[in-house]
């Protein structure tokens, strides 16, 4: 049990923003969620927290995505800016089926803005499940639109763990109800070593990029999101990575 007992909904995003550094909100993408609700969200966490969005299905959910401008827009400008600075990735995912078509994946990546709302900094990553993005032309779109992808620990989905902006970006989703932790702590272990190899600006060294060009090392954000699998057991996943950090 995550929530302490007799804890209200309302006060739910107040505790979980106090033991974790950051969310991912799922609910953007299947429906449009009110400014106010992005207001309220900002105002209930503390300073340095981060909240990660999804983008809208509706946007990624399309034979070509160079037609997706309209949409993307009515996101971008319907107030999840009003996060502020408590604003972190936008994260656009393909559906499965999605392959990868180099004209029009770069077209939709030009639609990308990089700010909006008085300056507000725009970070975008794409979630592709297709292994027709495991090539380096993919890697070098991302490279040259300064746009993340995620990485992610599914077993039927490509493993991407090259660097493409100043962040990464990883979804994990294998937690399993046996284990109070969802992994197992030297699970979680070898991800908080690969986080931090990350942060230093390199791929760790049990992951094989797709690229054989490597950016020039530098500081990167790190985030990862535990996701899927029993999520009931996804908080105390993260809590307990977030415990092993500091102790590389």
């Known amino acids: 049990m995550f929530y ?24 953007t993408y299947y429906g449009a969620q009110k400014p106010e609700s992005f207001e309220r969200w900002r105002d209930e966490a503390p300073d340095g927290f981060v909240f990660a969005v999804k983008g809208p299905r509706f946007t990624t959910n399309r034979r070509v995505l160079a037609e997706a401008g309209a949409s993307m827009e009515r996101f971008i400008t319907g107030g999840v800016t009003r996060l502020g600075a408590k604003l972190g990735p936008i994260n656009w995912q393909c559906l499965p089926t999605k392959t990868f078509d180099p004209d029009d994946f770069a077209a939709f990546l030009a639609l990308l803005p990089q700010s909006h709302d008085g300056g507000v ?54 937690t399993t109800q046996d ?53 009931p057991h996804n908080p105390a996943a993260a809590m307990a990575m977030l415990n092993a950090l500091p102790d590389l």
Request: hydrophobic fraction near 40%; charge should be neutral.
């Open 4 to 27: 302490p007992k007799g804890l209200t909904h309302a006060k739910e995003l107040g505790f979980a923003s106090r033991q974790l550094t950051a969310i991912e909100i799922n609910g």
């Open 121 to 174: 900094t725009l970070r975008h990553v794409v979630e592709v499940r297709h292994p027709s993005f495991r090539v380096p032309a993919f890697i070098d779109l991302l490279r040259h639109y300064g746009v993340a992808t995620a990485l992610t620990d599914h077993p039927d989905f490509p493993q991407i763990p090259d660097l493409t902006a100043p962040f990464a970006y990883a979804r994990l989703q294998n």
């Open 179 to 231: 284990c109070a932790t969802g992994y197992p702590v030297e699970t979680l272990e070898r991800w908080a070593t690969r986080a931090a190899t990350y942060a230093g600006g390199s791929v760790p060294e049990d992951f094989e990029p797709v690229s054989p060009k490597q950016p020039r090392k530098a500081p990167h954000d790190v985030f990862v999101f535990m996701i899927a699998g029993h999520k």
